[in-house]
């Protein structure tokens, strides 16, 4: 979008998924609506995404709706926060024509003072803004000790196999998203339903080159009510994470088909080594394994991943392409002697599950690093 265009009079929709947050969800309007009023180029509404909460949460927000027109609420069955935002972005769009959203908690953890830093990254020609509680500056005063160690590891895991490393808090839910990035979002991608939506919706707007800043905030404790923090959402979150490094699913049967030809080139020049020009049976493979490296590194320098920007040389790259093969090689190794010797299963089926691991491990790696996309 022009940013020229983004400087005046922005159309602001701040979502608002609550569950059962009927302690908080009028201070929170209140402090946005608040900030609206003390500064006069934006205009902005609020959602309310209510998942048919069990108390009072929704009359209060019809009691607000009724005093001013700026406040909107849809209500749904309970899938989930994903679920929750998903239906608010649509709305956002398509019945608020909003530029730019915000995602923030209902419960008061997210400082409604911070907002005129979002928009004025935004105003500067940003995408995203992310309110983040891991760079310098960010805190998590209230955290136990147990909840930041998940958190940070959840991130870390995010970072990597998501291959959004430069993002340091990938599961924060306060942030500025410019409209035109959620237009184009495919959301049947996105198809978790809890927390891990966040990290899902990050990392597909990385994908597509969102230029993406984060900027430091203060995560304390809910103001009132309790944690909607469920093990469920947790154990999705992690079954996610594999999800993330696929992104691009195009890519991977494009991978698995080039992996697949060197089959072909591994096993056909073993077969005309050893039958046609007498080479040694332990020479042979040796020959063959590195020409069939050799093919699949072109075939995925130039076709796989054919379209990414990337920084390293093409020497660097065949060299990371040969340590992550001798990488998968060994996972290779390690789950076929684990599940033959202690899980006593039988070789051949030990084996291909050892290959389907490895081969899994072997395209994170390649996509995530050698061939890392810069863009
Ligand atoms: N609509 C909807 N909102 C939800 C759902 N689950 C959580 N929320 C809201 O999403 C926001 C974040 O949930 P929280 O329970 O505060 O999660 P958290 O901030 O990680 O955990 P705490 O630090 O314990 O508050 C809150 O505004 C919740 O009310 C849901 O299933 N549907
Ligand atoms: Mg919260």
Known sequence: M???????????CFVLPT??????????????LEEERVQSTDTFSILVVDDNSSDETQDIVKGLISLNQKIHLITGPKKGLGDAYKR?????????????????????????SLIPNFINYIKEGKDVIIGSRFIEGGTTPDFSFSRLFMSKVGNLLVRYVGGITQVKDCTSGYRAIRTSYLKELDFSYLSTRGYSFQSSLLSDLAWRGADIFEIPIEFSSRKGGDSKLALRDQIE?????????????????????????????NLGLYTLLTRYYEVSE?????????????????????????????????????LKFHLASGFSALINYAVFLTLFLVFQLYDILANLLGIALAAIVNY????????????
């Open 2 to 12: 022009d940013i020229d265009s983004l400087n005046n009079n922005l159309k602001i």
């Open 19 to 32: 569950y059962n947050e009927e302690e908080n969800i009028e201070n929170i309007i209140k402090q946005i």
């Open 282 to 318: 332990l020479l042979a493979p040796l020959i063959s394994i590195e020409s069939a490296l050799i093919s699949n590194f072109i075939l995925n320098n130039f076709w796989t991943f054919g379209k990414r920007t990337t920084q390293s040389r093409i020497r660097v790259k065949f």
């Open 237 to 265: 979150f992690l079954l996610n994470i594999p999800r993330l490094g696929f992104r691009n699913t195009k890519d991977f049967i494009k991978y698995s088909l080039v992996g697949m030809s060197g089959v072909f080139v």
């Open 364 to 375: 994170l790696i390649n996509s995530n690093w050698t061939w890392k996309d810069n863009k």
């Open 88 to 112: 608010g972005f649509e709305f956002a769009i398509d019945e608020l024509n909003a530029d730019l959203i915000f995602q923030m908690d209902s419960d008061g953890q997210h400082d409604a």
